[in-house]
């Protein structure tokens, strides 16, 4: 009897591996079919009935029997499964046990889909996609790209290598997507046709991880994201899975990779940053921010600084549509325009230089992004520069005068705001709003400012940048409806209304109550501000002003 093991995408890759050593299957447990194309027996348990959230079954693929070798594809057999029917299925790979699979080791895998067996297909193999060294769980394996399938029921698995030594710990693990989240929104495509430059690379439209339905129930430390400073270039990468799904496929198949790079390959999140499929919908892919510069595991030692955006189909093969490259050209406009970054020219990441715009091949030995996208990328680049040529940011000018010395580089790209926009650099923040220019917050006055709920609370947008008053060791910001004094580097208070009103009439921090020393602090019947040298009350309820001092 061969054993199938179950495992929700809720549970770690590393305790699949632990349980796999140890022979103690803590997962559900469902009774084998054989290695005939008989029909399936039932579960051992009825705990293993279909969930709404994707699931991995999890096969050995057996060393192969001496002196057999396969049908066609060269090298010698050395594992093998027979085939077996499974539980139905969306996605299929092969893994095996990290830096164990020689060179030349090739993966064939034979589909029962729509109650057919289909002919013996080669999986890719792509050894440099994935984390570098140390980034990720200790517990990593090597694999194949994903099929997706749509509708499995079967698998046979050929696995030959040069010198009939191949990688240890074979395993066919088969992906059943589940069920697309209950209520789910539908994310407008970016994948009309673009008619000219944009004003404002917006954010296209795209499915959150809750809309297409992550699975956020891991617990391990290292699913913390990690940031990197800015996202300073774009590797373009294709998941190899697929050109023919439908629509309604989408999801399904985005959570089937999550599933699979974090159960199959014990990697910390679903590696690419953003997922683009053939109809031009754009899919948030890893977790710690959409636009945030979340380290990815897509391009080993240059995941870092790096955004990783996945087509998703095989691109080797077919041409991508033009609709994905639309929204290719919009996304990428977005989050390299929004940072201030070309699209042409060159960045060096860990002592390599790169194209703004690179495929995952120019990083690694790989065919990926498949040679119909790569021979097309000079050309993305020209698209993206002309999508980005009418761009004007008056932050993007502001923070040139000031210098990446003061600022930073781009930490969270430009958004619009309140009726403004917001940029957050490495070293602190920058608003502009019509009318009133850009400006730069840092220290302490950004985190009071942020605190107080920034352009969305009751000050509005900066008028100035944090400047000097008549007090030494005292400066201020000037809001639209309101004032900020920092006092020395750590300290600041916010004033609005009748009480500003009466201590600008009354000389400000050069007048008689000082600086202050708290911000306003509600009463009974109003609010009141404390100075070094007094205080300022107003009463709700008569509109008056009452000074007291010390």
């Given at each position: 009897?061969?054993?199938?093991?179950?495992?929700?995408?809720?549970?770690?890759?590393?305790?699949?591996?632990?349980?796999?050593?140890?022979?103690?299957?803590?997962?559900?447990?469902?009774?084998?079919?054989?290695?005939?194309?008989?029909?399936?027996?039932?579960?051992?348990?009825?705990?293993?009935?279909?969930?709404?959230?994707?699931?991995?079954?999890?096969?050995?693929?057996?060393?192969?029997?001496?002196?057999?070798?396969?049908?066609?594809?060269?090298?010698?057999?050395?594992?093998?499964?027979?085939?077996?029917?499974?539980?139905?299925?969306?996605?299929?790979?092969?893994?095996?046990?990290?830096?164990?699979?020689?060179?030349?080791?090739?993966?064939?895998?034979?589909?029962?889909?729509?109650?057919?067996?289909?002919?013996?297909?080669?999986?890719?193999?792509?050894?440099?996609?994935?984390?570098?060294?140390?980034?990720?769980?200790?517990?990593?394996?090597?694999?194949?790209?994903?099929?997706?399938?749509?509708?499995?029921?079967?698998?046979?698995?050929?696995?030959?290598?040069?010198?009939?030594?191949?990688?240890?710990?074979?395993?066919?693990?088969?992906?059943?997507?589940?069920?697309?989240?209950?209520?789910?929104?539908?994310?407008?495509?970016?994948?009309?046709?673009?008619?000219?430059?944009?004003?404002?690379?917006?954010?296209?439209?795209?499915?959150?991880?809750?809309?297409?339905?992550?699975?956020?129930?891991?617990?391990?430390?290292?699913?913390?994201?990690?940031?990197?400073?800015?996202?300073?270039?774009?590797?373009?990468?294709?998941?190899?899975?697929?050109?023919?799904?439908?629509?309604?496929?989408?999801?399904?198949?985005?959570?089937?990779?999550?599933?699979?790079?974090?159960?199959s390959r014990g990697w910390c999140d679903i590696g690419y940053n953003y997922l683009i499929d053939r109809y031009g919908r754009v899919y948030v892919g890893r977790a710690g921010g959409a636009r945030l510069p979340v380290r990815g595991a897509h391009a080993g030692d240059y995941n870092t600084n790096s955004v990783g955006v996945s087509l998703i189909g095989n691109f080797e093969e077919a041409r991508p549509t033009k609709r994905m490259k639309n929204a290719l050209v919009r996304f990428i406009g977005w989050r390299l325009g929004t940072s201030y970054a070309p699209a042409h020219g060159t960045v060096t990441l860990r002592g390599t230089e790169f194209n703004r715009i690179s495929g995952h091949r120019d990083a690694m030995s790989t065919a990926c992004p498949g040679k119909y996208v790569y021979r097309w990328l000079p050309r993305l680049r020209d698209r993206v520069g002309h999508y980005l040529s009418d761009y004007r940011s008056p932050i993007r000018k502001r923070a040139g005068q000031i210098g990446k010395r003061t600022t930073g580089q781009v930490f969270r790209g430009e958004a619009k705001q309140s009726h403004g926009l917001r940029t957050d650099f490495g070293h602190g923040a920058m608003f502009a709003k019509a009318g009133l220019g850009a400006h730069w917050l840092t220290g302490a006055a950004l985190r009071a400012y942020r605190d107080r709920d920034g352009t969305h609370g009751r000050f509005g947008f900066p008028v100035t940048d944090l400047k000097p008053t008549e007090v030494a060791g005292v400066r201020q910001v000037v809001f639209e409806h309101g004032r900020m004094y920092r006092i020395g580097k750590r300290q600041a208070y916010t004033l609005w209304g009748r009480i500003l009103i009466r201590y600008r009439g009354l000389g400000g921090v050069a007048g008689s109550l000082g600086s202050p020393t708290s911000n306003m602090m509600p009463t009974g019947g109003g609010r009141r501000a404390t100075f070094t040298n007094g205080s300022i009350t107003w009463d709700r309820q008569d509109e008056s002003i009452t000074v007291e001092y010390v």
């Open positions: 009897m061969r054993e199938q093991t179950r495992i929700r995408a809720g549970q770690t890759a590393r305790r699949l591996a632990v349980t796999a050593a140890t022979g103690a299957i803590a997962a559900t447990i469902l009774v084998a079919v054989g290695s005939s194309d008989s029909t399936s027996r039932p579960l051992a348990s009825s705990d293993a009935s279909p969930t709404d959230g994707p699931s991995v079954q999890s096969l050995d693929v057996p060393a192969a029997e001496a002196g057999r070798s396969p049908a066609r594809g060269g090298g010698q057999l050395v594992a093998s499964l027979a085939q077996t029917r499974t539980e139905s299925y969306g996605m299929v790979a092969v893994t095996w046990r990290h830096g164990t699979a020689p060179d030349g080791t090739k993966v064939r895998v034979r589909l029962r889909v729509d109650g057919v067996w289909k002919p013996w297909q080669s999986l890719p193999i792509d050894l440099d996609e994935g984390p570098a060294a140390g980034e990720e769980a200790a517990d990593v394996r090597d694999g194949t790209a994903p099929l997706w399938v749509g509708e499995g029921t079967g698998v046979a698995v050929d696995v030959t290598a040069p010198g009939g030594s191949g990688p240890d710990g074979i395993r066919v693990d088969t992906i059943d997507p589940g069920a697309d989240p209950v209520g789910s929104t539908v994310a407008r495509s970016a994948g009309a046709e673009i008619r000219g430059p944009a004003r404002f690379p917006a954010m296209p439209g795209m499915f959150t991880r809750k809309e297409w339905g992550a699975n956020e129930s891991l617990g391990d430390q290292c699913w913390e994201p990690i940031y990197g400073r800015s996202a300073k270039m774009i590797f373009v990468h294709h998941t190899v899975n697929s050109n023919d799904y439908s629509r309604s496929d989408g999801k399904g198949i985005v959570r089937s990779i999550l599933a699979y790079h974090t159960q």
